[in-house]
């Protein structure tokens, strides 16, 4: 991959993305509140609408599981897609552009450390709240019906999971938030809404430190292909450490 221009690291407190916004005066540059209400009601449909009609259909435990590990990934996608769609097209709007090989391996730094965050957040949500109930048992039993589904469970999880919410929360409502406010209000704003979607449960503590992680990397770098690292790191152990708890 290329490099990111020098002149972006000379910005700190700017999106690199906002240099894009001097041309096409009569056209959005990137993506904008119209943006960020049609993905999350298109996520909302696909995701959860769809995603409740699914556990009526009385699927075996492992099929059923492996479908809903692989859902998210093909919610947020679609919600990504429609929002590519309406206006811009462009996807280097979206943050979808080469980053060097400095910031990939700083995003798998800050993959690791947000890895250890989450399990002290998780346990402070924890003894905060007392709850321990594992929202997402369904996604390990996904994974236990042997070595493939154990490897699907960890690609759907680890990749596709992660590919889809970067595109859509960072690439569409972080940096739509970058647009029209603040850096801190928009990382901190966009990572409210991602945290939201995965439920005021046990997961929500974890989402929060993915949130800050992906969002602050995506803002400082304008690629979305660090946070997507970021998140992979993140994710990427989660399937295998559940099996192995005998979480499912």
Not at 73 to 89: D, W
């Amino acid at each position: 991959m290329s490099k990111v221009p020098s002149d972006y690291s000379q910005q700190p407190c700017k999106s690199p993305i906002a240099s894009s916004e001097q041309s096409a005066p009569n056209k959005p540059s990137r993506p904008g509140w119209l943006e960020i209400i049609v993905g999350l009601v298109v996520l909302a449909i696909v995701g959860f609408g769809v995603g409740s009609l699914l556990r009526r259909l009385g699927f075996d435990p492992v099929v059923y599981g492996l479908i809903l590990t692989s859902w998210t990934g093909v919610a947020t996608l679609t919600a990504f897609a429609v929002a590519v769609r309406l206006r811009i097209r462009s996807l280097n709007a979206f943050g979808v552009r080469p980053v060097s090989k400095r910031w990939l391996l700083i995003a798998i730094g800050v993959g690791l450390v947000a890895f250890v965050l989450k399990g002290l957040a998780v346990l402070g949500w924890i003894q905060i709240t007392g709850n321990t109930n594992n929202v997402q048992g369904v996604y390990a039993e996904g994974g236990s019906g042997g070595v493939l589904s154990l490897v699907l469970a960890t690609l759907f999880l680890g990749i596709v999971t992660p590919l889809g919410e970067e595109l859509f929360f960072r690439g569409v409502v972080a940096n739509a938030l970058l647009r029209y406010s603040r850096p801190v209000i928009a990382v901190v704003g966009s990572t409210v809404i991602f945290a939201l979607a995965h439920g005021i449960n046990i997961v929500f503590p974890a989402a929060v430190v993915a949130g800050l992680a992906t969002a602050e990397v995506f803002r400082r770098s304008g690629s979305v292909w660090t946070a997507v690292i970021v998140h992979v790191v993140f994710n990427l152990p989660t399937i295998l450490v559940m099996v192995a708890a005998g979480m499912g």
